[in-house]
C-alpha cells in the first residue's frame, strides 16, 4: 500500500481521527468531500473508510466499500472482522476471515481474538480449536490478548478443561485473563472454583474491575448464592470503589429474585444511579410472577408507566 501524498495525507489524518473518537457524522461529511474531489478511489482511502465505517459499527457501509477495495491489506481484514463480532454478527466476522485466508493474506496478532470471539458465540468449539492451532503456528502464544481470548472461547463453549490448561501455562496474566476464567466457570454454576480463582488474583496483586464482579454475580446468580451475592456487592462498592453498572444491578435483581428477596430487589433498583431498562424491569416481575408477590408487581406497573410518561 502506497503512502498517501499531499490532500490524501490530510483526509488520511482526519480519517485516523474518526476513526479514534467513533464520531460518525464527521466521518459521513469527510466521505462526502472524498467523493466529490476522488480521493474516494484510492485503495488507501478506501482501506481507512472501510476501518472507520466498520469501528462506527456501520456494517452495510463498509461492506459496500470493501466489495470495491481491491488492494486488501491485513489491517483492513482485521477491522472488518473486529466490525462484525463487536456486534455479535459472529457469522459474518467467521466468514471474512475465511474469505482472509483464502486470500492469502499474513495474519498478526491483531486478527484471531475476535476470530475466537465469534467461534465463541456462534459457538463453535470445533472450529475454536482450529484457530488455536493458529495461535500457535504463528507465533502469538506469547501474546497476552491472544491467549486470553483462547480461555474465554473455551470458557463459553463449556470446555472448562482447556481453558484451565491455557490459562494454567500462561506465563503472564491480567485482569482480563482471571475475568475470563472466572465466566467460563460461573456461566456453569461452578461458584467455588470462581471464588477461589478471585481470592487469587486478588492475593496476587491484580485488581478487580467491573466485568470481574459481573462474572462472579452471575456465577452467584447461576449458582443460587444470593447471600454471597449481595456480599460480594458490597465488597465491589466499598472495598475496591467502583460503581455498579446496569448490568451489574440487574444480575442482583435476577439474583435476588431467583431466591423469592423480591422486595429487597425492589429497593435495590430504587437505590441505584443506573436508568432501569426492560431487561431488568422484566427480570423483577418475573420474579413477582414465580413467587406470587402481586402487590410489588402493582408498584413497579406504576413506576414503569412514570417512567415512560416522563421519558415521552
Known amino acids: 500500500m502506497h503512502t498517501p501524498q499531499g490532500p490524501m495525507l490530510l483526509f488520511s489524518k482526519l480519517l485516523d481521527s474518526c476513526y479514534s473518537t467513533r464520531n460518525l457524522h464527521m466521518l459521513k461529511q469527510l466521505h462526502a468531500r472524498m467523493i466529490i474531489t476522488g480521493i474516494s478511489r484510492h485503495d488507501f482511502i478506501r482501506a481507512k473508510l472501510v476501518s472507520s465505517y466498520s469501528i462506527c459499527a456501520q456494517l452495510h457501509e463498509a461492506s459496500i466499500i470493501f466489495s470495491f477495495t481491491n488492494r486488501r491489506s491485513t489491517f483492513l481484514y482485521n477491522s472488518f472482522i473486529r466490525a462484525f463480532s463487536s456486534v455479535n454478527q459472529f457469522s459474518g466476522s467467521l466468514s471474512i476471515f475465511r474469505e482472509m485466508l483464502r486470500a492469502g493474506k499474513p495474519l498478526d496478532r491483531h486478527t484471531l481474538p475476535p ?18 492451532v493458529l ?4 507465533g502469538f502464544d506469547i501474546d497476552v490478548a491472544n491467549l486470553n481470548a483462547l480461555v474465554a472461547m473455551y470458557g463459553k463453549c463449556g470446555d472448562l478443561g482447556s481453558a484451565q490448561k491455557v490459562f494454567d501455562e500462561m506465563s503472564e496474566r491480567n485482569v482480563v485473563t482471571w475475568t475470563a476464567i472466572m465466566s467460563g466457570y460461573g456461566m456453569y454454576g461452578r ?4 471464588f477461589e480463582l478471585f481470592g487469587r488474583m486478588v492475593g496476587g ?5 467491573g466485568l470481574t464482579f459481573t462474572a462472579i454475580l452471575t456465577a452467584c446468580s447461576h449458582g443460587g448464592l444470593a447471600d454471597k451475592g449481595v456480599e460480594y456487592f458490597r465488597m465491589m462498592k466499598d472495598g475496591f470503589k467502583l460503581r455498579p453498572s446496569l448490568e451489574h444491578c440487574t444480575c442482583m435483581v435476577d439474583m435476588l429474585g431467583r431466591a423469592g428477596r423480591v422486595e429487597e430487589a425492589e429497593v435495590m433498583v430504587e437505590m441505584m444511579d443506573a436508568v432501569p431498562d426492560d431487561v431488568l424491569w422484566g427480570a423483577l416481575l418475573a420474579a413477582c410472577k414465580t413467587h406470587g408477590k402481586v402487590e410489588v408487581a402493582e408498584r413497579l406497573a406504576e413506576k414503569i408507566y412514570a417512567r415512560r410518561l416522563i421519558s415521552t
Open 135 to 138: 495461535v500457535f503456528s504463528n
Open 115 to 132: 476470530v475466537l470471539k465469534s467461534c465463541a458465540g456462534v459457538p463453535a468449539l470445533w472450529l475454536g480449536r482450529s484457530v488455536h
Open 191 to 194: 461458584c467455588e472454583e470462581v
Open 205 to 209: 496483586g491484580v485488581a478487580p474491575d
